[in-house]
């Protein structure tokens, strides 16, 4: 039975868990493919720290020109990380003819479309599952199995540090911090964890997620992107109390003849699927005009998890290799979209003020929503430190263009302030 | 550009939502394709009937040569239904050289292995992911994304008919007479709602399911199969008393080197994200030991979402057609299994009981438990119109081996008969 040779960059938590699923499970992939997978080398910085970490006969060395002069190596799995030094590696491995899979969000949503470029001139498979959910399998699904109908929004939990968090703040009472600390301790968060905790890691993915779903190139800097570290203790019991749990969203919908883009808390209803998504698992909702709304849940970081996602791109660019038929774009849907206009993109709103506790500042506040066109359904005083008092709203829908009106106003008056600002699903 | 015609035979509900979303998503399926799509003759037994539903250009005709002797159709859809005359439909499009899409579950269940041999034989495709819970692309995803992975449970609520009504009987408190009837009334149940009833269309698509999670070829003699037609109000009220919504489930898992699979009324806790899964709607759990628990959650009939499973299996032998890659099984998985043990298929059960209401039946009850090493966690007399009483009882873990026992040796008491023994989960 013929051979294929698999190279390895990184062997952090996921590639450990790939050569492990490699070595593991050789004998369903060679039923299915008709091919003996195995590694023959990792590419590492620290030699020492790693060489008992792998199977006798697999070379480790810090070299890269192990993996791209070795001709019998014909897929590659970049699995080290960031930005840089990795589009520098996937390249230099493109451009030697290898395929390459990645589970790096990071540089695909900021340089997935020059990379996908530098595959197809090479005649090379690029695939990164993994970059998005971990385990869930969603950008393939997206790609084969909705690809006739007409997807009008994906949303979900794509990022399990902050979804941990939450699911602590929600059921332990724990504040922001404390569960932020308890993440780090059991691993689930790291140490500088602001991509995570800032929506940044939730809007790579939106934005990889946006591309497969309606072929569009979003751009980080054009999305509104707000994190989970200034969430209250007291936001998550309100919110509870009226019946919804708070969840870091990543929201993608078409609108108009454009596509609008998200990351932020929103207040999902409790008796909503994606209400039920705890602790680090993901869950990416699909609305297409025909299938209706799908729903896709799993592990969404993990070794193993991500690592499934990194073997099902080998099986595929393996498949690819008998077939003949690599060089062929990981996704080929490109279409071109228009402009949103704000005013058409409408949600409910829960709004958490400070205010001054003295007569007519409720008159006031009702003025200005007034002003802007806008009204609230639920309103709750919560508590006064006789000083001021925390007023909690949940608003009649409100387009983004009356929620900056209403952010401007709030402003020029100095015996209120606005805390939080989340969507309600 | 290049054109791909399309034969149908068929136009229900599901054909002639092929029909619509072809004509309507074709800029979407050229823009990933290549290719451009469109039906050129639609094959039905009553002409005039349906000559009216279908656009100017297309062909409809009663003769399934119109597709067989045209050079021009590559790819025949088979959306009649029924195991005959489909199979030999499908096998005489598949000798003509036709690449074959079906939604055919009955079929594929019973004779997929030699269909797919047929196709084999002519080089030709033949797939049907839309033959399983409908919307949700589970066959796909199973083949492509869990390549790799060691599937150890597959599971879920897969007949949309039984779902509705379950939720009806839990919501509504309706008899489940009485909820049948409303389903029939609005189109979820067939007036002969037998196969969807008695459990034997999950049955079929477990056994498909079966074959793409473990490569073994399951038959429906050998499957346990109950469906719901005997469930009481009161086990409806009695399970959520004790925190459990009653589903009926299809469950497939390796034990021992075997696979067991059964279909049957289980209880699941009102946690568990099963539980949630309502009306017609379908989901499908898939356990691997990578990946961890998964579930696929959409709606589970219904012209469009089935047509969207129908499309993609389109696009794929578009894809195939153009790469030149034609001729290659759905499923590649093939894996010989061994035997299962029943003393290994181990559950805690839910069980109902008539009693004489006389002194000494529990008792009894208790003696019969004991005797064949079974023991319960919790028991409710629920009624009792003076003679006999209704005892519900949840076991701790038992065997199929004691659950077999123990419906033996109640057999031969006259005084206490048993009305029903579900799975919990």
Not at 96 to 103: F, I, L, P, R, S
Not at 148 to 176: C, F, H, P
Request: charged letters at 20%.
């Amino acid at each position: 039975m013929d051979k294929i040779k698999i190279g390895l960059v990184g062997l952090g938590t996921v590639g450990s868990s790939v050569l492990k699923m490699i070595t593991e499970n050789s004998d369903k992939v060679q039923n299915i493919t008709g091919r003996s997978l195995s590694v023959k080398t990792v590419v590492i910085r620290d030699v020492a720290k790693h060489q008992n970490q792998v199977p006798a006969g697999v070379t480790v060395t810090t070299d890269l020109n192990a993996i791209i002069n070795d001709p019998e190596i014909k897929i590659a799995v970049e699995v080290m990380g960031g930005v840089h030094p990795a589009k520098e590696v996937i390249t230099k491995l493109l451009n030697a003819k290898k395929h390459v899979v990645t589970a790096n969000k990071d540089l695909i949503a900021s340089a997935g479309e020059e990379l996908a470029a530098i595959a197809k001139h090479n005649h090379c498979d690029l695939m990164y599952e993994a970059s998005v959910a971990g385990g869930i399998p969603i950008l393939r699904t997206i790609v084969t199995s909705f690809a006739a109908d007409y997807i009008t929004e994906v949303k979900g939990i794509v990022n399990g540090t902050t979804n941990y968090i939450l699911t602590q703040m929600q059921r332990k009472n724990w504040s922001y911090d404390l569960a932020l600390a308890k993440a780090q301790e059991l691993g689930f968060a790291e140490s500088d964890p602001t991509n995570d905790v800032e929506g940044i890691d939730a809007a790579y993915k939106m934005i990889i997620l946006s591309q497969f779903s309606y072929g569009t190139h979003l751009k980080l800097a054009n999305m509104s992107v707000e994190g989970i570290s200034t969430i209250q203790q007291s936001d998550v019991q309100q919110a509870d109390a009226f019946g919804y749990t708070i969840k870091l969203l990543g929201i993608s919908r078409r609108i108009d003849d454009g596509v609008f883009a998200e990351v932020g808390p929103v207040l999902v209803p409790k008796d909503h699927p994606l209400a039920t998504i705890n602790n680090e698992n993901n869950a990416v909702m699909v609305t297409g005009q025909a299938v209706g709304e799908t729903l896709f849940y799993g592990r969404g970081a993990g070794g193993l998890p991500t690592a499934n996602s990194v073997l099902s791109d080998i099986v595929s660019v393996t498949k690819n290799i008998v077939l003949g038929t690599t060089g062929n774009s990981f996704n080929n849907y490109q279409s071109k979209v228009g402009k949103v206009d704000l005013n058409n993109v409408i949600y409910p709103y829960y709004l958490s003020l400070n205010m001054l506790d003295v007569p007519g500042q409720m008159l006031k506040f009702t003025q200005i929503m007034t002003q802007i066109g806008a009204s609230f359904s639920r309103i709750v005083q919560t508590s006064t430190d006789g000083q001021t008092a925390r007023v909690v709203i949940i608003t009649h829908e409100m387009s983004k263009v009356q929620l900056h009106d209403l952010k401007q106003q709030l402003l020029a008056v100095d015996t209120m302030s606005l805390l939080a600002a989340y969507k309600v699903l």
